[in-house]
């Protein structure tokens, strides 16, 4: 018998992909297989020369991702537990690290290491009926591995607030703190989600992919070093065709609009 995929991905023709956790039942939740399947489909993605950009979304309208499977951490010790929190770290580098933006689209309940993947995500759009949390003081554990991106997306103070409380916020407390970009009804999401996508394949392929190498990198530097680092990345697009054309494009434009 064939063992179950946990991640499905589709790829249209314009380089798009959707990927989608396949664990509606438990709410998306993240055990030692689902995760192994997130990431080899990621990594895989990572590969491909034509992708643009990547969508993820959890399967149903519940979840995205409901956080790590506690049926699966009650069972942890010491020894087995570095193994299981590297395995989260790693289901939410591999978007970090993609080459291309990847967009969360968010639905439902957004936890503990759900909430860390969509913090490693370039873009979070949600469902106005959405909630996160970081419950894991709830469960006698701390917030651990990307939350330690959330400072730099909410502040401080608000992170503190959650990681300290396991407090759940709404939709519309994310979108005022900054950890989503946009909040949609949810017969609107992917509309939403498509105007996104939109913006990033009018754009040049490979200049994309220049600025989220370069937004990665900007994250561990000073301001100056990360100016410095700015300037050859900016040499850097002029090693193929890209800028000249789509400039001549845009000019060409201009001169056909003004007669």
Do not use: Y
């Not at 590969?47 to 991702?65: E, H, K, P, Y």
């Not at 968010?106 to 106005?128: K, N, P, Q």
């Amino acid at each position: 018998m064939a063992e179950p995929t946990w991640v499905n991905v589709r790829r249209d023709a314009r380089g798009v992909a959707v990927l989608t956790i396949d664990n509606p039942a438990k709410l998306n939740t993240l055990n030692t297989a689902v995760m192994n399947d997130l990431i080899a489909a990621a990594e895989q993605l990572a590969t491909d020369r034509g992708l643009r950009a990547v969508i993820l979304r959890g399967a149903g309208d519940r979840a995205f991702i409901g956080g790590a499977d506690i049926g699966e951490m009650v069972n942890l010790d010491a020894g087995s537990a570095r193994a299981f929190i590297t395995l989260v770290h790693r289901s939410c580098d591999a978007f970090r690290r993609m080459p291309v933006p990847v967009i969360a689209r968010i639905e439902g309940w957004t936890l503990g290491a759900g909430l860390e993947v969509a913090a490693a995500c370039d873009m979070r759009v949600a469902s106005d009926g959405s909630k996160f949390g970081m419950p894991e003081v709830r469960v006698g554990l701390p917030s651990v591995v990307e939350a330690a991106l959330l400072p730099g997306l909410i502040g401080w103070g608000r992170t503190r607030r959650l990681l300290l409380t396991g407090e759940v916020i709404d939709a519309a407390t994310a979108l005022a703190w900054g950890f989503v970009e946009q909040i949609a009804a949810s017969d609107e999401l992917d509309s939403v989600v498509e105007r996104l996508v939109v913006g990033i394949l009018a754009s040049g392929p490979r200049a994309v992919r220049l600025q989220k190498a370069l937004i990665e990198d900007w994250e561990a530097m000073t301001v100056d070093a990360a100016i410095q680092h700015g300037i050859d990345g900016f040499v850097d697009a002029w090693a193929s065709d890209e800028p000249r054309r789509m400039m001549d494009d845009f000019l060409q434009r201009q001169r056909a609009r003004r007669g």
